[in-house]
């Protein structure tokens, strides 16, 4: 990726006066006029005036939204951005920097109000994951198919006098930015199209595009996108299982798009996926423990309702048929979780559905991950029927699908405990499954061996395993805040020593995060997507830090009872008082005390999310 000032040209500009800012572009007519008083917004207007940029003006690649902080309120402005590639010619940003502009008189960017300092960190924790996307041509919120709305022509551009607009109709639940970025919806004006300039979609997750050279008569661009839904987006841990109306904790969708070009033709080809939480009421709230236990709320009546509500509402976004992969043990809480999950989806009789809990960690034992064929196996005929979208692109204007030639009639839907690691590797071998065909299809390869590692052509078998292990990586450092488990897997194609042991290590990692961090890291999620009030509550950072608290506990607590346990035990006459075994013995018997006071007071140590708190 390169810094996008170096090829895209900074068309959109913003003068700040004394009782407004005044928002510009040089190739749009329409002008955003956002008056203020004392920090907040009190009229949004627009004005068709063409002005010519002044010395004072600040440059800027999109509009994040407005948002109200405790004193001020501020407008957040994309500063900085990179070009990640393009998509039939669209190109695609990455938000690099989000900058603030309080809403007072003549207000300078980051000028932040003291009382606003803390949240506008919170902010920062969040934009700096450097996992924000937005496009001024592409909606990123959408699957290609839907983007082209069914229709041979893939045109989102309507020309008008003042020059070139862009036409997008949303999908919402990935729009990040989508409860800030609803102010413009005050304008006076009608002009659907002055209001779509202004509106920057910007969505979390991962997009990559790379460039491969198959053969002599044939290259490709092959896109991975991940998209995250923001309704119930989340912590580990912190967030489980599914709301009221049947949105899931973490749903994600994930899209592998190939752009092969031939002699003879240019197609386009898109496989969607999705990830999400077992959908029902469930919970697993941090309590010390390695993995803390999972509870069920509610009975099964209102949870079969949940599950239902789920996938009606996954069928009308991704067609009838849902093929659902559930990958976690089939033992302890996991197997309690699984038998309940089997038994919600038999209840579901109004979407078509198949499913399939295949238990991974047994299964693929012994780092043998070649057994993930036995999963393909068992659904590859659902696959067949699932398909893919295919269109063919007009090789002289890329706004045209000359032909359309298949459309995907439904969704794999993957999950494990997290919907991280596990499902990351599932997904990746049904993305190759769609891949293989398509190349073999096109006579790129002449052979399926059906073996879910076979090898991709050339250079494209590295650029796949290159854009999976990332979009693992990003997926888990937002929802766990460390990198993905496996990767040596998706990365290599097997299981190593080496990687086994960074799996160790970012697994203790978790562990730390998980149980000390995340209650914080919830809140800056949850005020970036706007599920907090910040001018309504008064919100610090916790000084000290629960291990911090923990280690204090255990050091006083082993002092008094290794002090005074002896006491009790033995006279003080005895021989064995001071001997080293019995001073061992003492100090066994304390550590086992401590631990169990440890975790049945576990809750002084571990923070709870200020949402949770109400």
Known sequence: MVDAKQFIPMKRFLESYQDRIKLFSTDQPEQIHIYHNIGRVTKIETKSIQEQKSNTSVGFFAVYGIMQLKNWSYLLLVTEANMVG???????????????????????????????????????????????????????????????????????????????????????????????????????????????????????????????????????????????????????????????????????ETEQILILNRQESKDIYSFVQTRGSMPFNWQQQPTLKWAPKATIIGDRSYNSELCKKHFEKCAESYQQLQIILNLIDKKGTQKMLGEYFTNMISSVKTVKTKYVWFDFHHECRNMKYENLSKLLNEIKDDLKKLGYFHAEIDKNNQNILSNIYQQQSGVVRTNCMDCLDRTNVVQSVVSRNFLLHILNQANIIHTLTGEALQVLPNDLEQIFRDQWTKNADIMSVLYSGTGALKTDFTRTGKRTFWGSLQDGKNSLHRYYINNFVDAHNQNCIDLALGKLDADNMNYKKPKFNGVLQIAIFIIILMYIMTSFLPGLILDEQSTYHNSCLMKLFIFGISMFITSKILLKIHYLFISKPIRDQN
């Open 86 to 252: 393009q998509i039939l010619q669209r190109t695609i940003l990455q938000v690099e920097q989000i900058s603030f502009l309080p809403l007072v008189p003549n207000g300078r960017l980051n000028d932040i109000h003291a009382n606003d300092q803390t949240y506008c960190k919170m902010l920062q924790e969040v934009f700096s994951t450097r996992t924000l996307y937005f496009s001024y041509e592409y909606d990123l919120s959408n699957p290609f198919d839907k983007i082209m709305g069914n229709n041979s022509q893939f045109s989102t551009q309507q020309k008008t006098s003042g020059g070139i607009h862009y036409y997008k109709i949303p999908n919402n639940r990935f729009v990040y930015n989508w409860e800030h970025i609803k102010f413009l919806n005050q304008f006076q004006s009608t002009n659907l199209l002055a209001l779509q300039y202004w509106q920057t979609i910007i969505i979390s997750g991962c997009v990559m595009i790379r460039y491969c050279k198959l053969n002599q008569q044939s290259d490709c661009s092959l896109i991975l996108v991940s998209r995250r839904e923001t309704l119930r987006s989340g912590r580990r841990f912190v967030q489980r299982g599914c709301d009221q109306d049947g949105n899931c904790t973490n749903f994600a």
